[in-house]
């Protein structure tokens, strides 16, 4: 019974308030992705050996949940959104490397990211699918 509660206030929340919440949560991905290895250390999150890569899956989840959200009532392909999620995961993997800033690349980096986003695509088709039941 809670999840259905969770299910119907999110599928209740406007689509222009998911696309202004995606898009903060994009420049935050964004700056996160591409901020200095020096300013990453300072935040102390990721000591614990491993929980950063469900750092990853977890920002990515929440932002490929929130694209599609944001799009659910457009002819936008949900696998398109997956397409731009996942490729916007790499790509901040190759800005770390070619920016310089003590940042590496990771190809499991980019594993937890494309993790990440299958799984917002999920919980977005069990919003969507206890929605219209």
């Known amino acids: 019974m809670r999840l259905q509660c969770i299910i119907d206030w999110l599928s209740a929340i ?3 308030s ?19 290895a020096d300013s990453m250390r300072e935040l102390d999150i990721w000591s614990i050996v491993g929980i950063d890569k469900v750092g990853h899956a977890g920002f990515y989840a929440v932002f490929a949940f929130l694209w599609m959200m ?3 009532n457009h002819k936008t ?19 770390q490397y070619s920016m310089r800033v003590g940042r590496a690349f990771e190809v499991y980096d ?14 977005f088709s069990a919003v969507m699918k206890n929605t219209y039941q």
């Open 70 to 72: 944001a799009s659910r």
């Open 110 to 123: 980019i594993l937890a990211n494309v993790t990440g986003c299958i799984i917002g695509y999920w919980l």
């Open 18 to 36: 998911y696309k202004y919440v995606a898009m903060l949560w994009t420049g935050l991905t964004l700056y996160l992705s591409v901020a200095s």
């Open 14 to 16: 406007q689509t222009t």
């Open 77 to 95: 392909s949900k696998h398109y959104i997956m397409i731009l999620t996942i490729g916007f995961g790499i790509l901040m993997e190759i800005a």
